[in-house]
């Protein structure tokens, strides 16, 4: 079965109805609803005239597995068309679509903006490889907007963006940063993985290149590592070449799972999301907590612009508690039994982490007691307030 297009029900497919139908052609398939798993290195011709087409750079069907296979084509194809891009490229992590894809747009010389709140790794590689490589790397307050322009200069070539930011939860004016980006031709980068295709689409503020987390919310099952970017017409010819110059690509098993975990990603997300809100609107009212850093909750700072971009919000945020010592967060995690202590977020999974204080170049952290960051998962809310809160009035025991 083909997937319907928008033409032919004359008016367009909402996001729940494209998850389901994107990048399917059971025709090409043996009527398969799935898109098989297609693994290989070498792809043969069957005559001259045939290899020479499988050349060209935008031939979906490439000359080697390197390029895609149709599992790859079939990701891609549905990711793109969720995001409202041009064309998406796959990539082993979500950290390599971040780097390859900062790598693809600049050279020596170049003056790079990120976000104060952007994601450690990524800050890491900014810092420590771009700056290297002889790029200016600087960062601007999240809450910047229009403002940015005062740190532009000739010769900026990216600047990256993150809304919500990550551990902190800044919402930023992405459509602001974006059209002052513009006037002096940089390209605008978004890390999109919070939101997700669904809950924000970054091509209509104004973004150059949304990058994806798929082992996150995508693939939805923490069982694959996947990252992928999608980019605008402007942009694309820039990271296509830069992906097939680095080597880029992704498993084929892992391209499967994150095609099967789209199929169900509204239905999740919606869990998440409200599973996430009940339970950040249940720690504010704890005594221990001195802030829930989540943009849905009315009381957040970056409420109003989170209303204005967003359709939705996901099952990850954070919270402050109050100042404690070691032996008080110790016992709020030994008493925790439905939240793991484990990195990544956007299973089934809830999971609760303890983090280090946020690197900040452009205003100090603002906060004295520990941050945690939490993952709502799809168990009972009621079971996942009452275990979180039983954990925390244990921690006061030891203080």
């Known amino acids: 079965m083909q997937a319907p297009s928008s033409t032919a029900i004359d008016r367009p497919l909402q996001s729940e109805t494209m998850l389901v139908h994107a990048?399917?052609?059971?025709?090409?398939h043996g009527?398969?609803?799935?898109?098989?798993?297609?693994?290989?290195?070498?792809?043969?011709?069957?005559?001259?005239?045939?290899?020479?087409?499988?050349?060209t750079p935008d031939n979906p069907m490439a000359s080697y597995g390197r390029f895609g296979t149709p599992t790859t084509r079939a990701f891609e194809s549905a990711l793109a068309q969720l995001e409202g891009g041009h064309r998406a490229i796959v990539f082993p992590s979500g950290l390599s679509a971040c780097t390859h894809s900062l790598m693809a747009m600049v050279g020596s010389g170049d003056h790079v903006l990120l976000s104060d709140s952007v994601y450690g790794p990524t800050r890491a590689f900014a810092t420590q490889?771009?700056?290297?490589?002889?790029?200016?790397?600087?960062?601007?307050d999240p809450h910047a907007g229009a403002q940015i322009r005062q740190q532009l200069r000739p010769n900026t070539r990216v600047v990256f963006v993150e809304s919500p930011g990550s551990a902190s939860f800044e919402v930023q004016d992405v459509a602001a940063i974006a059209a002052q980006a513009h006037r002096v031709d940089a390209i605008v980068m978004m890390d999109n993985t919070w939101a997700t295709p669904l809950y924000f689409k970054p091509f209509e503020h104004g973004v150059d290149v949304s990058i994806q987390a798929a082992t996150k919310y995508i693939v939805g099952h923490s069982d694959a590592l996947l990252g992928a970017a999608t980019a605008n017409e402007r942009a694309w010819p820039l990271l296509q070449r830069a992906a097939h110059d680095f080597g880029q690509t992704a498993g084929p098993d892992d391209l499967y799972l994150a095609l099967r975990g789209l199929r169900s990603l509204s239905v999740r997300l919606r869990q998440h999301g409200a599973n996430g809100l009940a339970l950040a609107e249940a720690l504010q009212q704890h005594p221990l907590v001195a802030q829930v850093l989540h943009p849905a909750l009315p009381t957040d700072p970056g409420?109003?612009?989170?209303r204005r971009d967003f359709s939705g919000a996901s099952g990850l945020f954070a919270m402050v508690l109050q100042p404690v010592g070691r032996p008080a967060l110790r016992a709020f995690f030994e008493r925790l039994e439905l939240f793991g202590i484990g990195l990544s977020w956007g299973?089934?999974?809830s999971l609760a982490l303890p983090m280090d204080r946020p690197t900040r170049t452009v205003r100090p952290w603002a906060h004295e007691g520990p941050l945690i960051r939490i993952h709502a998962g799809l168990e009972s809310c009621d079971d996942l307030i009452r275990d979180m809160l039983n954990a925390l009035d244990g921690m006061a025991l030891h203080l």
């Open 303 to 306: 409420h109003a612009l989170w």
């Open 347 to 349: 299973g089934y999974e």
């Open 23 to 28: 990048g399917r052609d059971s025709v090409s």
């Open 129 to 140: 490889v771009l700056s290297r490589l002889g790029i200016a790397v600087e960062f601007f």
């Open 31 to 55: 009527g398969m609803v799935n898109t098989p798993v297609f693994r290989g290195s070498t792809i043969l011709s069957s005559n001259l005239d045939e290899w020479e087409s499988r050349k």
